[in-house]
């Protein structure tokens, strides 16, 4: 008897019905996943092998470019200083700088160095007796100031102030060591060649920096060539290059360095110390032992190629590795045919060149990858279609339960299903419609009442607020208030000064909400302001409303306009705020002295002129009160207060003409007011007379000499204790 078959195994009973009964899901979304990945990867390695058979390239391109520009900007800014030492030459062979007895020409170096801002000092030197004359640049203020030393002076060298012109004014000091410059290295370097050169590095006794000098030997008469001297000018290294090459884009870690025949870092892209200082001596860091590895590691490999720095004289592309990786560099000689003689070396790791083009692929993939998943979710859609409207609906209903009433069913449908979505939309619009209007009364109210109010009473919703909350807090209070509004509003209609008023304030007070402060309340063109966070927002908005203020000028000058000005007044200290009022009528404010001393300073900047008064309470709360400019205006008492209080103007709100002025006459401003206090009217007054010779319009200083004339004429005043009394409000 012929025996039957085994019955099929499970698994193969299980291959063979979905076979016959193929799913929906597996049916759309299996042969888009095959594509997708098969695309994905063939675009991925084809993606990788171009880029990287395009590297090469692109590498040599990027060096070669990149030294091309640094070659060019060495040569713009090594080759000002000799065009300089030619014309200071012919001034000196006609006598138009008195080298030896230094009595005129400070004018033109001083045109000079105001000219080419990166150079450190022009000066001459005499061969007759060393005598020496110049200008230099302080490096700490970048002041500029003359020096000469002669036999006036036995030759010990004297510093002089210079005015705007470049006359000189008032002795700064005097060196301590005799100066003749026949024995200085720039002196001989000139003769030696009998031409233009450049010494070699070194540290500038004057200002402790490295610099480079440029020089060139003067002759007189045509036939002798006599040697009248040598004209020079020092050039300070490396910052104004080195800033240039930190501002290269030498891909993502890429560096760029100029180094000597002697392997000296002349200048790089890092900001590493380019000096090594042992105690009072400062020598040159040598590239090979730079802190950075991808400086020292180049400088090393181009030692091992080449022997000395000196075997480099033309330009060379090259690889290295470090740690494994690749690295592209180009070294490229500069020499500018008067003594320099240096290198330029650009280097790029493969990987930064690389890794553009493996983001690339990444992102290549991602996209695939997103549309696979859309792929997938379209094929779930598609076999789940009949479930579709009863799961929109139940995910709907959810949400509005939830709150969310934008929700809406768009439902094709005549059934009964259809109508239940209708019936939903219908709920969710009216829902939405009451929402709305509740929100927007909401949105109205905080219109009038600033929010900032919820965070310091720890409320949820502006209709928790209830009268008499309040806290105490320092806080910085600033009152701002445009000058001479009564004039300017009596030739406006009520309609224009209404849309002038809106403008200004569009203007100014979203800056008070940018540095984290919130105005309190607006009292017609005044704005009362508090910042509670710290005093710099407060000088940062008030900084920031007078720069939009100008800008708003310029607008109002194209439309045939006057200006604006506006004045503040800037306070700090502790203050309650609350909501005052009554039940039916609530308002949010702050009370204290310090808002009416906030009021008053700003009553009585209109009186110096000033465009921002703090007072010593705010300054002693600056960490970096100089990044204001800061002058100290007077000791006075306001009109309501029994104690004294320092003032102060901050310099940095006055437009950049009126601060240059006013920082440069400073000194001799506070000068003054020492002198004032101190009841020494006659120097008081001296003081204050040459601040108005170099700014006439400062009218701080025109105020204290009415006093001074007051005072000269009817005497001193009763008690009087340098403490200006105020009898209004200003």
């Not at 390695?45 to 390239?57: D, I, K, P």
Request: charged share 20%.
């Amino acid at each position: 008897m012929k025996r039957s078959p085994p019955p099929p195994t499970s698994w193969f009973h299980t291959l063979k019905r979905k076979l016959r009964q193929p799913s929906l899901r597996i049916m759309f979304t299996v042969p888009m996943v095959v594509q997708l990945v098969a695309a994905v990867s063939l675009v991925g390695y084809l993606s990788l092998r171009n880029g990287e058979q395009a590297v090469q390239n692109l590498a040599s391109q990027l060096r070669g470019e990149l030294s091309a520009r640094i070659q060019r900007e060495l040569q713009s800014y090594f080759g000002d200083p000799h065009e300089i030492n030619r014309l200071n030459a012919v001034a000196f062979s006609y006598g138009d700088l008195d080298i030896e007895t230094a009595q005129y020409g400070e004018h033109l170096l001083f045109q000079q160095m105001k000219i080419h801002p990166s150079m450190a000092f022009i000066y001459c030197g005499s061969a007759k007796s060393g005598e020496f004359f110049g200008v230099l640049r302080v490096p700490e203020t970048g002041e500029l100031q003359l020096s000469y030393g002669n036999s006036s002076n036995n030759f010990f060298r004297d510093y002089y102030s210079l005015d705007v012109r470049g006359k000189r004014q008032y002795k700064q000091r005097q060196a301590d060591k005799s100066y003749d410059a026949r024995q200085r290295p720039w002196y001989s370097a000139a003769l030696n060649v009998e031409g233009p050169a450049w010494t070699d590095v070194y540290i500038a006794f004057t200002t402790g920096l490295p610099n480079v000098t440029a020089s060139l030997p003067v002759y007189g008469g045509v036939q002798d060539r006599q040697l009248l001297g040598v004209c020079a000018t020092d050039v300070v290294l490396p910052e104004e290059f080195r800033t240039f090459l930190s501002q290269l884009k030498i891909g993502e870690s890429g560096q760029a360095f100029v180094v000597d025949r002697q392997g000296q870092l002349i200048s790089s892209s890092t900001d590493e110390p380019l000096m090594i200082v042992d105690g009072e001596t400062a020598t040159f860091l040598k590239a090979e032992a730079s802190a950075e590895p991808l400086i020292q590691r180049s400088a090393q490999f181009l030692l091992q190629r080449f022997g000395r720095l000196d075997n480099i004289q033309e330009s060379q592309q090259l690889t290295f590795e470090l740690d494994g990786q690749q690295q592209f560099l180009e070294v490229l000689p500069f020499n500018d045919g008067f003594g320099l003689d240096w290198l330029i070396v650009v280097v790029v790791p493969e990987s930064d060149l690389m890794g553009q083009i493996y983001r690339n692929t990444q992102i290549t993939i991602m996209l695939c990858a997103v549309a696979l998943a859309i792929a997938l979710a379209i094929g779930i859609i598609a076999t789940r279609w009949i479930t579709a409207p009863i799961v929109q609906l139940n995910a709907a209903v959810k949400e509005i339960a939830q709150g969310n009433w934008q929700q809406t069913i768009d439902l094709d449908r005549t059934d009964e299903v259809g109508e239940l979505g209708r019936s939903v939309n219908q709920m969710s619009t009216q829902l939405q419609q009451s929402f709305n209007q509740v929100e927007a009364q909401k949105n109205a109210f905080a219109r009038f009442f600033p929010t900032e109010y919820l965070k310091f009473f720890s409320k949820e919703s502006i209709t928790d607020i209830n009268l008499g909350d309040c806290i105490s807090k320092e806080m910085a209070v600033m009152f701002a208030d445009i000058r001479q509004f009564t004039g300017l509003a009596e030739n406006m209609p009520p309609q224009e000064l209404a849309d002038f008023m809106n403008a200004y304030l569009q203007k100014i007070s979203p800056e008070i909400r940018r540095h984290h402060g919130f105005v309190i309340k607006f009292i017609g063109d005044c704005i009362m302001a508090v910042f509670p966070e710290n005093v710099e927002d407060a000088l940062d908005a008030s900084l920031a409303q007078f720069e939009k203020i100008r800008e708003y000028n310029q607008e109002r000058k194209q439309e045939d306009l006057p200006p604006i000005a506006i004045g503040m007044g800037l306070h700090v200290g502790q203050m309650m705020l609350g909501i005052i009022g009554e039940p039916t009528r609530l308002q949010g404010d702050v009370l204290s002295d310090t808002v009416n001393l906030a009021a008053r300073l700003e009553g009585i900047s209109k009186i110096y002129g000033a465009q921002l008064l703090t007072s010593e309470s705010v300054m002693a709360q600056l960490s970096h009160p100089e990044r204001y400019q800061p002058r100290f205006l007077d000791r006075v008492m306001v009109k309501g207060r029994v104690e004294p209080l320092n003032i102060y103007e901050i310099l940095a709100a006055d437009s950049e003409t009126m601060r240059t002025l006013k920082l440069k006459t400073r000194n001799d401003f506070e000068a003054g007011v020492r002198h004032y206090q101190d009841c020494d009217w006659l120097e008081a007054k001296h003081c204050f007379e040459a601040v108005l010779r170099v700014n006439i319009a400062d009218r701080a200083a025109q105020v204290y000499l009415q006093r001074l004339e007051q005072f000269l004429t009817y005497g001193i005043p009763d008690h009087w204790n340098g403490v200006w009394a105020f009898t209004q409000k200003g």
